[in-house]
């Protein structure tokens, strides 16, 4: 893998998640109980799909931009000082002082950490106006790239600024990472229109298998390859990623061999070294090589963005 060394002036845009991440450890008293359980231990760490990909593509050296709104509580400001402090421009970020700011809660059970659930709480993200979207549209040039993502926020509102973006000559990434149909996000009309707009989707192979089928990877990368005539680049987790151009064949990037410690957050890792090519014009084969390393060095410490790599620190440069 050889990325390329030009710094591009490109910014990559993303319109989703950023949260505080709240990890609790307690006792495991099995799969049954029900009760109140006690917090053994607690971790305070940044997150949310969006966020984490923008942190990625900063620690690159690529220009990066948060859209969203926040509460005026702490949640909100430490939120923003994390992505500040990685170099994630926040100017065009809103707060209201009568919203509570996001953040997810996980829960993990005894020595072993079992995984007990995870809870997400978008609060300030579904309150955006189609309004506040314009400032947005207006610091965007022709040749940048927004990532929306299909989850926290109403999907009309994301489908109505990936839209106008688009028209404006803005590069639309999708990602999608949550079922939009079990999740009850949206309906599969929605979904589609709004993969319509894009120049990049990458899904998340588990979250479109209502919307399109229970097809393996592969055979999904190709079938929304037919569907929307666009890049696609499916992420399947251990089987790594496969990807198709229009007109062109399906490939396969294999995951790079890693010791795991953390696979949370190796898939927004994956998505920022994905757009961090793309926008200073790499082909699409570097650029998932790139993400793919991203990925793996992300799951290699505790925490969406411990581990994420720097340019000079990529896996198999």
């Not at 970020?93 to 829960?107: K, Q």
């Not at 097809?215 to 390859?225: D, F, I, M």
Request: aromatic fraction near 6%; glycine fraction near 10%.
């Amino acid at each position: 893998m050889q990325p390329s060394t030009d710094v591009s002036q490109t910014t990559v845009f993303a319109f989703g998640s950023a949260a505080i991440d709240f990890r609790i450890r307690t006792a495991d008293l099995g799969a049954d109980y029900t009760e109140k359980l006690l917090s053994r231990e607690t971790d305070v760490l940044g997150g949310g799909s969006a966020a984490n990909c923008l942190v990625q593509i900063a620690r690159l050296g690529g220009r990066a931009s948060w859209l969203g709104k926040l509460g005026t509580d702490w949640i909100g400001d430490r939120i923003l000082a994390d992505l500040k402090a990685e170099g994630v421009d926040c100017d065009l970020t809103y707060r209201e002082a009568h919203h509570c700011s996001p953040f997810n809660l996980a829960v993990y059970a005894g020595p072993h950490r079992r995984r007990v659930g995870g809870y997400l709480l978008p609060n300030s993200l579904a309150e955006i106006k189609v309004e506040e979207c314009q400032p947005w549209l207006e610091a965007m040039n022709r040749a940048d790239w927004l990532l929306v993502e299909v989850g926290e926020t109403p999907i009309s509102l994301v489908l109505d600024l990936a839209t106008h973006a688009s028209e404006q000559g803005v590069h639309i990434a999708v990602d999608v990472d949550l079922d939009p149909i079990a999740h009850d996000i949206a309906s599969k009309a929605e979904i589609e229109r709004l993969f319509e707009t894009a120049d990049l989707l990458a899904p998340n192979a588990t979250a479109i298998k209502t919307l399109f089928g229970n097809e393996a990877p592969p055979e999904q990368a190709a079938s929304l390859a037919r569907r929307f005539d666009t890049t696609i680049v499916v992420t399947a987790g251990g089987d790594g990623a496969y990807y198709i151009e229009p007109g062109g064949d399906v490939r396969h990037q294999p995951p790079i061999p890693v010791e795991a410690v953390d696979t949370v957050g190796a898939g927004d890792a994956f998505h920022g070294g994905l757009l961090f090519e793309l926008a200073r014009g790499a082909a699409i084969q570097d650029a998932v090589e790139t993400a793919a390393a991203c990925g793996a060095a992300a799951c290699r410490a505790s925490g969406a963005r411990t581990g994420m790599p720097t340019f000079d620190t990529l896996p198999n440069r």
